[in-house]
């Protein structure tokens, strides 16, 4: 099944504790995204990849990193979580970017404490 | 920055109406549009793409102005199982970006 997976889908942490939200998809997509959707504010991209080793910042990349050494896996990082960093994650996948549909994982609910 | 307004809503019908949501986008260059679903705490599902002047999928119509940079979206013959929020999407894509600008979603419940 065509999937896109995140782990964990639930996280309750403390501050400054590093962290790391996997995310791998099954459909060989080149392209991969991370979003954070918080009340009122919508999904704001953080970073997205559009190859192995091609990553770039979204709107909202502060206190964030990621990786893309495999096609597959997209992981993302907080080094030193706060907060404000409290929120509901989704990774994404597509195949041909801008123009095609987006598969997104279930989500990771994180809270920083 | 590439900005993407909706109806705030909430929008409350009864089972069997029609609805329209309205879309406004300031990236004039944006070629595709998107409309996705979300039910509540659930990731983002594609409920339809708009290429050209519009889309339509059984009950749903989506529609394009590219003159005045808007899309919309209708429902018609609600069902219950249409309550959920509808996201307007934006992509921006090539020259080495890829980026997707969501508005912040309406709300919809159908009601019986």
């Known amino acids: 099944e065509a999937q896109v997976t995140q782990n964990p889908r639930y996280l309750i942490t403390v501050t400054g504790k590093k962290l790391t939200v996997t995310c791998s998809q099954n459909?060989?997509?080149?392209?991969m995204s991370w979003y954070r959707q918080d009340p009122g504010l919508g999904l704001r991209q953080i970073y997205y990849?559009?190859?192995?080793?091609?990553?770039d910042k979204g709107d909202v990349p502060e206190g964030y990193k990621v990786s893309r050494k495999e096609k597959r896996n997209f992981p993302l990082i907080l080094e030193s979580p706060s907060p404000n960093q409290t929120s509901l994650y989704f990774c994404?996948?597509?195949?041909?970017?801008?123009?095609?549909?987006?598969?997104f994982g279930q989500g990771t609910r994180l809270t920083v404490v | 920055r590439k900005e993407v307004e909706q109806d705030p809503g909430p929008f409350n019908v009864p089972e069997g109406a029609t609805v329209a949501f309205n879309c406004t986008y300031s990236?004039?260059?944006?070629?595709?549009f998107f409309w996705y679903r979300q039910d509540c705490r659930k990731e983002p599902k594609l409920l339809m793409s708009?290429?050209?002047s519009g889309n339509e999928d059984g009950r749903f119509t989506a529609q394009l102005n590219r003159a005045s940079q808007y899309i919309s979206l209708l429902i018609r013959d609600s069902k219950l199982s249409d309550s959920a929020t509808y996201l307007c999407?934006?992509?921006?894509?090539?020259?080495?970006?890829?980026?997707?600008?969501f508005g912040k979603g309406t709300k919809l419940s159908v009601i019986p």
């Open positions: 994404a996948s597509a195949y041909g970017g801008g123009f095609t549909e987006a598969f």
């Open positions: 708009v290429y050209s």
């Open positions: 990849s559009m190859n192995v080793e091609v990553t």
């Open positions: 999407v934006v992509p921006t894509s090539g020259a080495g970006s890829y980026q997707l600008t």
């Open positions: 990236n004039s260059a944006s070629q595709s």
């Open positions: 459909m060989n997509h080149e392209y």
